[in-house]
């Protein structure tokens, strides 16, 4: 059995996006001849809401080491919260003592927290354990600097973190043996400025479908507040809704609205629910869903609760939603990883992505919805009456999908872990090297 450290400050019970890779690949990584040992920062000290249910998704036998971080409470005072910035001076000494303690053949860092990154070329220095770096977003990101969008947490405090990361960034990938990230414009981006990882490895890997998290929460006991009325359809989203999705938002509730003047259905038939929308923390959020909704007459249509929910109660408002309706941001380069659950979750589905993401094409290989899509060309008028046409006129929104789970097999978590595990074998075979996706 080969052993391998993962590096994932968020962990369950976080309830948090950038561990799902490593959480729903653990209870495979054995299958495959891996041995994995996770170093996070324990749960108290991150800023994020919790989800004790998560902690069933984690085999009781994994090793999995946790690490305080200087308190959130004090680091506020003057200006800054970042995980990272707190926590990483604990995860190089436990890192290294774990790196001294034990024969790890691979280091893999999953996060989102750049700020750790760093820490990959400085182990693999010391201990000449070679490593591989998971890009979930963009770690030097041009997009709010192209858009003339407002970045998150505003301009200056985005352009100092920037800055930083334009020095860490080429660094810290010049060392890795790989690099694994959920979408190719990743790699086309990476290698365009940086010319010297051409001959790095890249993979395309999205974070698998999240079986086992299905057949868990049958066992569960939630109480989730049921629907108003059972007169009333409920349409869920789930989901982060910034700037960069306000094209997709605006042209669901264009369309919405095109229904709703055309009769296809009572005003108080329907009702749109929002939840997550916003991962900024608490008193800064934003209900991005009711702005866009409101150029169209229909606030009084949408319930939006921009705070993150806890993960098995997405899981189980999505089993129950009447229909599901996902956005896609006008990045080209964005590949919604969530895409997953909403599949698993067998209701009527309805997404809108820049017609470059993978979602079409998983949506349209599985048969499990309705994919619109949309280019730079495209104009809120035309993407709301094509969604119009085959999802309001054609009832889809009432039908259950005739999902093709043959299909959907390739993108479970145990696949996933899979193609991963292959990547970790060809590291330890030649420190860099090309295999097919």
Same mark, same amino acid.
């Given at each position: 059995m080969k052993n391998v450290l993962i590096i994932s400050p968020r962990f369950p019970p976080v309830n948090?996006?950038? /561990? +799902?890779?490593?959480?729903?690949? %653990?209870?495979?990584?054995?299958e495959y001849g891996w041995e994995p040992t996770v170093l996070c920062v324990d749960a108290q000290f991150v800023e994020a809401s919790q989800d004790p249910y998560l902690l069933n998704t984690i085999p009781d036998d994994i090793s999995v080491e946790s690490v305080p971080a200087i308190s959130q409470? %004090? @680091?506020r005072k003057?200006?800054?919260?970042? &995980? !990272?910035?707190?926590?990483?001076? $604990?995860l190089n000494r436990r890192g290294q003592q774990l790196l001294e303690t034990k024969n790890f053949d691979l280091v893999y860092f999953s996060t989102t927290e750049f700020g750790v990154l760093p820490l990959a070329a400085k182990w693999k220095k010391k201990f000449q354990v070679p490593y591989?770096?998971?890009? +979930?977003?963009?770690?030097? $990101?041009d997009y709010y600097r192209n858009q003339g969008k407002h970045p998150p947490g505003?301009? =200056?405090? /985005?352009?100092? #973190?920037?800055?930083?990361? !334009?020095?860490?960034?080429?660094? #810290? &990938?010049?060392?890795?043996?790989?690099?694994t990230t959920v979408s190719a414009k990743?790699? @086309?981006? &990476?290698?365009a400025k940086y010319p010297f990882l051409e001959d790095t490895p890249f993979h395309v890997i999205p974070f698998g479908g999240p079986e086992y998290d299905f057949e868990i929460l049958q066992n569960l006991d939630l109480d989730v507040p049921n629907k108003k009325s059972a007169a009333t359809r409920d349409w869920v989203y789930i989901g982060r809704a910034g700037c960069d999705m306000q094209f997709s938002l605006r042209s669901f509730f264009c369309s919405v609205k095109k229904a709703l003047d055309r009769e296809l259905f009572p005003r108080d038939s329907i009702r749109l629910r929002m939840f997550g929308t916003d991962y900024a923390t608490s008193g800064m959020r *934003?209900?991005? !869903?009711?702005?866009?909704?409101?150029?169209?007459? =229909? #606030?009084s &249509?949408?319930?939006? *609760?921009?705070?993150?929910?806890?993960?098995?109660e997405t899981l189980q408002r999505l089993r129950h939603a009447d229909a599901i309706f996902v956005p896609g941001s006008d990045d080209p380069g964005y590949t919604a990883s969530k895409i997953y659950p909403y599949i698993l979750a067998g209701r009527p589905l309805l997404t809108v992505f820049h017609k470059n993401s993978s979602v079409n094409e998983v949506v349209a290989h599985t048969k499990s919805g309705t994919a619109i899509t949309f280019d730079e060309n495209s104009t809120i008028e035309s993407v709301a009456e094509e969604t119009y046409r085959r999802w309001f006129l054609d009832k889809a929104y009432m039908r259950v999908p005739q999902t093709n789970w043959k299909q959907f097999a390739p993108y479970t978590a145990r696949k996933m872990t899979d193609r991963l595990t292959q990547i970790f074998d060809q590291v330890l075979v030649k420190p860099t090297y090309r295999v097919a996706s």
């Open positions: 948090a996006a950038d /561990h +799902q890779r490593v959480r729903m690949a %653990l209870p495979y990584f054995r409470a %004090l @680091t003057i200006g800054f919260g970042g &995980l !990272s910035y707190r926590a990483k001076q $604990n591989i770096i998971d890009i +979930q977003d963009p770690w030097v $990101n505003g301009v =200056l405090k /985005h352009r100092i #973190t920037q800055a930083i990361a !334009s020095m860490q960034e080429p660094v #810290t &990938l010049r060392d890795a043996a790989a690099v990743y790699e @086309t981006d &990476l290698v *934003r209900k991005w !869903s009711q702005e866009a909704a409101e150029e169209f007459g =229909l #606030t &249509l949408v319930d939006e *609760r921009p705070e993150r929910i806890p993960y098995f």
